[in-house]
Each structure stands twice: as C-alpha cells, then as structure tokens.
C-alpha cells in the first residue's frame, strides 16, 4: 500500500520532468506526452526486458499510463507555474529515483535473480528513464553529468541487497532504501556534492 | 498475401527513408544500409523484444534483409533522384507506418497481450524505426516534432484492438486500420495539422 | 581459457575506448566509469536481449564489472598518458570487436538462432558498445562514419557461420575468425581504407 503511493509519486514526478523538458525543447503536446511517459515508464521497461518479463508490467497497467498523461498534460498546460516548482520537482524527482531503484532491485531478486545482477539492474530501472528522456532531446544524460545520482541510485539498490542477503522482510528494507536514496540526492543537491572531474581534460 | 505484399512495401518505404536521411548526414555506403536498416526493422525488433520472441522475426528472414539492404543501395546510388521523389516517400512512409503499426498490434494480441499492451506495442512498431533512425544520426525524433505522427499510429492500432474486442477477423481489420493510418498522415501532411506548442516555451 | 583470455582483453580495450571518450566530453568520475561499463557490456546485453537469456550473462559475473570498472578507473587518473598510447587503444579496440562479434555468433548459434540470424547478432555483439558509447555522448555513431568497421564485424561473423555449416570445431574458428577481424580492422586504418561516400550529398 505504502510502496503503491510512493511508486505513483515516483511515475509522477519522472513524468513531470519529462514533460517539462519536452516543453524546453519546444515538442508538441503529443511529444510533451510521450517524452513524459518515456521518463516515467522507461525504467520499469528496461528492467522487465532485462529480466526476461513479456509484456512489460508497465504497459499491462492501464492506470499507471493514465496518471502519467495526465501528468505530462498539466505540465503542458501550466508550465511557467510547474517550472517555479523546481525545488519540489527535484523533490519528487528524487523520491522516483529511490522507489524505481530500490523496487526494481526487489523485484529483480523476487525474479529469480542474484544479488549482484539484482543491484545492478535496480540501479538500471531509477535511471533509464532520464537516460531515455535526454536521449530523444538530444542532450547528454544528466546522470552523467550532475550530482551524485547514478551513485544515490546504486546505494539504495545495495541496501537492499544487503537486507535481502540478511532475510530481512522486502518490503520495510524498500522503504528505508528508498528514503536513503532521497536522503543522499537531497543533501548533493543542497551542498552541491559532485564527483572530480579530471583535470585538463579540455575540450577534446 | 495482401499483408505480405504491404509489409514488404513498408519495409522499403522505411528503409529508403532511413538510407536519404543517411545521405544527408553524409555517411559512406555501409553506414547507409546500416542506416537503412535500422530504420525499416527497428520497429520489428522492438516488438520482439517487448513480446520475449527471440531472436526477433526480422533477424530470421533473409528475404527481408536482402531487401532493405537493396533498398538503401539504391537510395545511395541514385539518391538526387529519389530525393525528388520527396512525395511518393512521405506516401511510402505512411503505408510503412500504418502497416507496422497495425500489424504490430495484431502480432502482440495474437502472442497474447492485453489490448491495452497491444495497442502500446503496435504503436511502438510503428514509430520506433524512425526514432533509431533519428537517435543514430543525432536528431530529435521527429515523430515528436513533426504533424501528427505517433498519434496516427495510435488510431491504427487502437482500431485493431476494437475490432479484436469484436471478434471481427484480424486480417481485414489490419487492412483497413493501415489504411485509415495512411488516410489521416496525408491529410495531417495536406494540411499541415500539427499539434499545439505550449505558448511562451521559449529556447529553453 | 585462450578465448577467456581474449575476451577479458576485448573488454578492457572497450571500457578503456569508453572512458577516453567519456573524459574528453568532461564527464565526472562517475560518468566515466558508466561510459566505459556501458561501451564494455553493452555489445553483450543486446546479445543476451535478442536470444531471450535473462538476466544477461555480463549482469551475472562480478569479475567483469570490476575489470571494467578498473579499466575507466585508469584512464580517468592517468588519461593523459593513455591518449598517447592511441595506436594500442585502436588495436585493443580492433581485438575487442574481433572477439565480440565471433563469440557473440557462436554464442547465438550455441542458443540455437540460425546461421543467418546468428550472424547478425554477432555483428550486434561486436558493435553495440560502441554505438551506445556514441549515442550516450550525443555523436554520430563512429561505425556510421569511419573506416570499415561494421563490415569487419560482419567478415568475421560470417566466417563463424561458415565453420558452423561445415561442422568445424567453433572453438578455434572463433579465434581465426577474430583475428581476421583484427587484420581487416588494423589494414583498414593503416591504408586508410574508407568506404565511398555518395557524391554531391551535401550537408543535406
């Protein structure tokens, strides 16, 4: 019940960042849609392809599309006003990480899959949404450029793991991964954590 | 035989697109067919993976590799040619997309898929080429850029599945759902429909 | 254990190439190690996608994430140093392809694909990684533009294919196989053999 909410907050913020973006890049309100849900259905397909799940969950779900439509429509339509909302779409951005990432590690080892695959495939589903969004607007990933957000992502799937290797129950372990995963966005985001970059490596 | 005879038109309607838009980007001959290629089983493969056949349809028929590769050479022999030729591709384009996107839909209901999953994945057959097709020579896809493209699809393989919720017979239904995809591209091209662009978006 | 020994070398070629590429478009340490993880596994997850093998084999084995990690770990410190080694970077690289795209046939073979599709998703194998480096990157795919590269991939596959039909042992085919690969690959670059560009294409 508790990880149904979180993981609608997490599909609605992915979506409302995807669609924020496809108004930055100027894309009609059908590729304002379907950048949104690209954002918030991308992981979750990437995930089930991987573990080998036909169809993908995410397109057997009516509900969950609906939500992120509707999502990538009101950012349509009130953009100025969502894009004044920036902290609390960093916010709800992070809570998508950690929910995506942490359930698709749960959902990895409830599929039969090792620990260490399970990890790295949660990791995969709390990124490829952004992967995919800044692919079809042509930008480099953000997750490869930015704070700390590959590596928040990677921590949450490996508490998991952790608490899978421990017998501890899935569903309380999610939780607390998930919020740790904000925890640690929250705090790159407010000390401006990064990781070096290397020195002189110019322009190329 | 008629789909027969339709898809293999698809095929190469997508595969001279993608081979132009290679061209344009100045690529050699191989990067071309690959181009090509691409762009004409893009979609088909996509749909295998989302429905778990493996490997893909597309990778097992040589006839339709042979073709495609045809296709492009062509394109890349006689390419200011074909350029002009610039109607009777936006035609071609629109029976491939209506042919894959239909056909896609009928594919996924008979390997057994919700409708709902269906219609996402006939619609995903349709556009995804062209979206390879654009992701390899760094564009915005254009089906989230141009006149109504994906949603063009969308109707194709939603009348599919109405017509599966009805038990009418799947193979003339795809007919006349490719056809009302084509009919609503040419008009969108005609004219020049185009979605609206939230006001105000700005350069971003 | 002659081709495991190869194949750890086609890895850490990769990552390196990877992460090279990844400095010079500025990346932080993170990204430079996802680059390189990336072009390093990629080639191998698309296979294992297309054969129906869930999770992929590379998300199963720890060793070659850490290799690989390794590898971009190195180029970041030492990157410098290593762009002057360019000549054994594209040797490494050409070995690395060589390896990918025969093993990746006889891995499709061993899952049963016919020789026809086996060919092509070993061609997949060999040049995946380097596509999703360049896709990530926001660059034209270099196998589109460069010398003979995917027509490389592509010899060797085929070479594969035609030990399998007539029933040699696929061991030491894969390694004949891979080492033409690497000869056409280091002729091309040394000749600079190019394949022909359609003339007066413009910049489209």
Known sequence: ??????????????AASGALAAVRARLDVFGVVVVGLTTALGGGIIRDVLLGIHPPTTLRNWPYLAVCAATALVVFAFH?????????????DAIGLGVFATAGTTIALASGATVYAACLIGMTTGIGGGVARDLLLREIPLVLRKEIYAMAALAGAALVGVGHALLLPPGPVTVVAAAVVVAIRMLALWRRWNAPVARGSGDG
Chains 1, 2, 3 share one sequence.
Not at 80 to 92: E, F, I, S
């Open 1 to 14: 019940m508790l990880l149904t909410a979180l993981e609608l907050l997490g599909l609605v913020a992915f």
């Open 80 to 92: 100025p006003q969502v894009a004044k909302l920036r902290r609390a779409v960093l916010l709800a």
